[in-house]
Structures are given as structure tokens and as C-alpha cells.
């Protein structure tokens, strides 16, 4: 049987990924010191890999797809296929920014007065090309982790970072002078494995289910019983991603409603479609929207 090797990213994308790939009709089973967790389907095999060398292990064909940041496969140089942009972050549901930050009290308030100056970052080739396109020099000192405290305790002048809400940035009591670029979490495959007919089948119908949860992760299902009377008054307010459906109810002059719509509305819509009449509104979720 042909099985297609798919990376997991470790770390701050590991739960929310074994998620979303639940969500979308795989359950994937981690093992405890295991690089190499169970999914029940016989046609993948996963490993658990760090987010920061998932590109290298795709582009060597190691793994035949993986989930990474855009950021990464820049960062690595790496020549692989991206077959979908998957922004799931749980905190913003946005693109992370790698930002340039200096510590509050610096003097330091644009990206030119770094020159010459010591910068710590993961991302250590983006951002040498960064400051060398800006014909800048700077000392660019790799950064293992804690970068934020670099700044603060004066081993650098100022750091590269990746954020989302800025707050971490904010509590080490770092001011940001410049956003160096967004990166967003990205399935992506070997370019061999994509010539293949049947692995190329195989990684379309993963990001077409993953992008399918991804949808309905914002919106709802409204279903309710409105009548005749009220129904062309109703349907002309209620929002919908193609249109309601509408179905008669037996012997009576009553309908069945039913449309999809987001979540923020509902708390707004289900008063105006109470004073409408409706009757037995039913809001549930959806675990995909293809």
C-alpha cells in the first residue's frame, strides 16, 4: 500500500494542528517520547517535527508534505511546493509578524540608527538580508531562545522577533520600531511528491478537508420554523453564504429554514428573528464548510 509522509510541527503548532486534522476527519494518536504518532489512516505515516526544519526534511523528501511557517521556508532557502496558506492560530486567527523591537528606553526609533548595532534573532538569513538591502551592516547574534531578554539585559541592541498580539513583547518592556514581514502557517509538499499522481491526490484532498474546517471554525448553522406569512420578510434579512433553505412543513403553513452564517451574527439576528415570528431556532456548529 502507498503512503504519503506527512511532517506535524512540534511545539506551539502541535495542538492546535492534531486539531484541526481531527476537525477534518483524521485522529492522530501521540505517542509518549515518540517522534512518530499513530493516524488512522493506513495511507499517511506522520512525524513529529520542529516547525524550523520541516521545509529542509520536505525538500529532501524525507517527508512528502509537512505543515511549517512561510517564515521557515524562507528562512531555510528551501524549494518545495506550497499547496495552502493555513492561518489557525489560536490566539488571533492572523498572520504572525516578525518584528524589529528595542528596549523602551533606547534611543532607538528607526530601523537606520541599527547600523553597526548587535541584533539577536532566530531568524538569522532573513534578517541579514533585511539590514543588507538596506545597505546596513550589523552584528547578528543567533538567538537559542528568550530573545526578548536579550534586549533587556543588554546582550543586544535589538531584536528580531515573531508575535501575535504583541503582548510579550510589551511585557519585557520592548517598543517595536519596525515590522519586518508576515509569515503564515502553510502546508507544503516535496516537488517530487507532487508529480506523483497519487500523492498529489492525496496532499489536494488534506488541504481541501483542512481548509474546509478552517472555514467553518467562524461560522454556524441557524436553522428554524418561520410562518408563511413572515417568510419572504424573513429571507430577504438573513444573511447566508449562497442561500437559506427552504423546506414546507408537513400539512402545515409553516417552513423550515436553515442557512449558515457567522458566528458573530447570531447574537444580534436571533432577536430579529424571534419579532419575526420563528420559532424553534436551533444554532449548532460545523466541523467543515468545502
Not at 65 to 89: F, K, Q
Not at 222 to 230: H, V
Not at 271 to 289: D, M, S, T
Request: net charge negative; charged share 25%.
Amino acid at each position: 500500500m502507498k503512503q504519503l509522509k506527512i511532517g506535524i510541527p512540534k511545539g506551539s503548532l502541535e495542538k492546535a494542528t492534531i486539531e484541526l486534522f481531527e476537525k477534518s476527519g483524521w485522529k492522530i494518536k501521540l505517542m509518549s517520547r515518540n517522534y512518530f504518532p499513530e493516524i488512522d489512516d493506513p495511507e499517511l505515516s506522520c512525524s513529529i517535527c520542529r516547525p524550523q526544519e520541516m521545509s529542509n526534511y520536505v525538500e529532501s523528501g524525507m517527508l512528502d508534505a509537512g505543515i511549517t511557517g512561510h517564515d521557515w521556508t524562507l528562512e531555510n532557502g528551501s524549494d518545495i511546493r506550497v499547496v495552502e496558506d493555513l492561518v489557525y492560530s489560536k490566539v488571533s486567527k492572523k498572520p504572525t509578524r516578525w518584528v524589529i523591537a528595542v528596549p523602551g528606553d533606547s534611543d532607538i526609533t528607526r530601523v537606520d540608527q541599527l547600523n553597526g548595532k548587535r541584533i539577536s534573532t532566530e531568524l538569522v538569513n532573513v534578517t541579514r538580508n533585511f539590514f543588507e538591502g538596506q545597505g546596513m551592516k550589523v552584528d547578528i547574534i543567533f538567538s537559542w531562545g528568550a530573545t526578548e531578554a536579550k534586549a533587556v539585559s543588554g546582550l543586544a541592541d535589538a531584536i528580531v522577533e515573531v508575535t501575535e498580539t504583541e503582548s510579550t513583547i510589551r511585557a519585557h518592556g520592548l517598543r517595536i520600531i519596525h515590522e519586518l514581514m508576515q509569515s503564515n502557517t502553510q502546508l507544503i509538499a516535496n516537488n517530487d511528491a507532487w508529480q506523483d499522481s497519487w500523492k498529489r491526490e492525496k496532499i489536494e484532498n488534506i488541504a481541501m478537508l483542512l481548509q474546509g474546517a478552517l472555514k467553518a471554525d467562524h461560522i454556524v448553522g441557524l436553522k428554524m420554523n418561520i410562518p408563511q406569512e413572515s417568510l419572504d420578510t424573513l429571507i430577504d434579512q438573513l444573511p447566508s453564504v449562497t442561500a437559506p433553505t427552504v423546506a414546507k412543513l408537513y400539512k402545515q403553513e409553516w417552513f423550515s429554514v436553515e442557512t449558515v452564517i457567522s458566528e458573530h451574527q447570531v447574537r444580534d439576528l436571533v432577536p430579529q428573528l424571534r419579532k419575526l415570528g420563528a420559532k424553534g431556532i436551533i444554532e449548532y456548529a460545523l466541523n467543515k464548510v468545502i
